[in-house]
């Protein structure tokens, strides 16, 4: 196979020094070498772009599709030499992330060590390989927007019910100091348990139809599950009281908590994404559980609550399809982006219809 370099394919420059301090808020992503870090209300390159990590996460790629602001710890491409910034994106991605797994320890790179790293030569269908795998991201992108519009429903009716009282029957219902008749004054810890979960690590994983979950969400699936659905998850490490539902069976890592409750899942999910959790470790972000056990809630009658998770079953039904979605779709295309971009699987033959994102 024939092999070029990095910088054969583009030109890196490092990142702009930008101290909180100095940070004015606004639509402008700043980008470090981990992702999307703030937003600022000045640009300091024309977008689209793509980004890697100079220091700290190595090997990780990032598009922008907008003018952004590239922090120091990060490198960007400064010239995409005639080359399709999708295409540099998922090239890149491919390349660097194989070279820093196969690496030992890198504590930090510069631009000149990346342009001297050798890839495979760049393949001559290079913008209809960025085609296909950016049909897969317009899927992932769609899927979540579909999720976040359906949330947003939900999260209203929760908050018109049970934060404006205006739930059905509100107009009769006697009130005491704000409060309607019936409803109580519980500690989480009286409404549920946090359960840990169960370390399952990466490569013990079999890919199946249960969902893992750490703290971020779905982070893969398993051909078995720890915990029969529906159910929640709570973040305990990284993504502190980060809060997830899925109606299905599901394996939640040693990262999260699972919730126990004799109560409708439904409204217990609105009900732990309205809570403040206290970091127990500034260090290690922790969710300590005697801590989480002693928030106060206002707690509605029994029948209410029933009658807020009948409405809302559907709608979780429907985000929970689009998740599962969305993690089949992220593993078809991982596993096409280093198959194409190693010319082991070949386009040259298919008729590929450009999508929206790769248009002008």
């Known amino acids: 196979m024939s092999k070029t370099t990095i910088g054969n394919l583009v030109t890196?420059?490092?990142?702009?020094?930008?101290?909180?301090?100095?940070?004015?808020?606004?639509n402008i992503p700043i980008i470090s070498s981990s992702g999307l870090t703030g937003w600022h209300n000045r640009s300091m390159v024309k977008g689209p772009g793509v980004v890697t990590g100079r220091y700290g996460t190595l090997g990780q790629v990032f598009y922008v599709e907008k003018d952004f602001w590239p922090l120091n710890t990060s490198l960007y491409v400064q010239d995409f030499k005639g080359n399709h910034p999708k295409f540099v994106?998922?090239?890149?991605?491919?390349v660097l992330s194989e070279s820093f797994n196969s690496a030992g320890a890198v504590p930090g790179v510069n631009r000149n060590y990346l342009h001297k790293i050798a890839v495979p030569a760049v393949p001559?269908?290079?913008?209809?390989?960025?085609?296909?795998?950016?049909?897969?991201?317009?899927?992932?992108?769609?899927?979540?927007?579909?999720?976040?519009?359906l949330e947003k429903m939900a999260e209203e009716?929760?908050?018109?019910?049970?934060?404006?009282?205006?739930?059905?029957?509100?107009?009769?219902?006697?009130?005491?100091?704000?409060?309607?008749?019936?409803?109580?004054?519980?500690?989480?810890g009286e409404i549920l348990e946090l359960a840990y979960g169960k370390a399952l690590k990466t490569?013990?994983?079999?890919?199946?139809?249960?969902?893992?979950?750490?703290?971020?969400?779905?982070?893969?699936?398993?051909?078995?599950?720890?915990?029969?659905?529906?159910?929640?998850?709570?973040?305990?490490?990284?993504?502190?009281?980060s809060?997830?539902?899925?109606?299905?069976?599901?394996?939640?890592?040693?990262?999260?908590?699972?919730?126990?409750?004799?109560?409708?899942?439904?409204?217990?999910?609105?009900?732990?994404k309205g809570l403040n959790f206290i970091n127990s470790d500034a260090a290690v972000p922790g969710l300590n559980r005697k801590q989480a056990y002693s928030n106060k809630v206002f707690f509605p009658i029994l029948d209410l609550i029933q009658n807020f998770d009948e409405k809302l079953n559907s709608v979780g039904k429907q985000i929970n399809r689009?998740?599962?979605?969305?993690?089949?779709?992220?593993?078809?295309?991982?596993r096409l982006l280093t198959r194409l971009i190693s010319g082991k699987l070949s386009v040259e033959n298919l008729d590929i219809s450009f999508p929206p994102s790769m248009k002008e």
Not at 251 to 263: A, F, H, L, M, R
Not at 322 to 334: E, M, P, Y
Request: glycine share 10%; with cysteine.
């Open 12 to 26: 890196l420059k490092r990142g702009y020094d930008l101290p909180h301090r100095e940070r004015t808020h606004g």
């Open 89 to 94: 994106y998922y090239f890149l991605k491919a």
């Open 124 to 149: 001559k269908e290079k913008e209809c390989i960025a085609a296909v795998l950016s049909a897969y991201d317009d899927l992932i992108e769609n899927n979540n927007r579909r999720i976040g519009i």
């Open 157 to 188: 009716i929760y908050k018109e019910w049970f934060v404006r009282m205006r739930f059905p029957g509100h107009q009769t219902t006697k009130f005491n100091k704000g409060i309607p008749e019936g409803w109580g004054v519980k500690s989480l």
């Open 203 to 241: 490569e013990n994983r079999v890919d199946g139809q249960y969902p893992v979950y750490g703290s971020s969400g779905v982070v893969g699936t398993h051909s078995d599950f720890l915990v029969k659905g529906p159910g929640l998850i709570v973040g305990r490490k990284g993504n502190v009281g």
């Open 243 to 272: 809060v997830h539902k899925t109606d299905c069976n599901f394996y939640p890592i040693d990262t999260v908590y699972y919730v126990k409750s004799e109560y409708p899942f439904g409204f217990l999910f609105y009900l732990l």
């Open 322 to 334: 689009l998740q599962l979605s969305i993690v089949n779709l992220k593993q078809t295309r991982d």
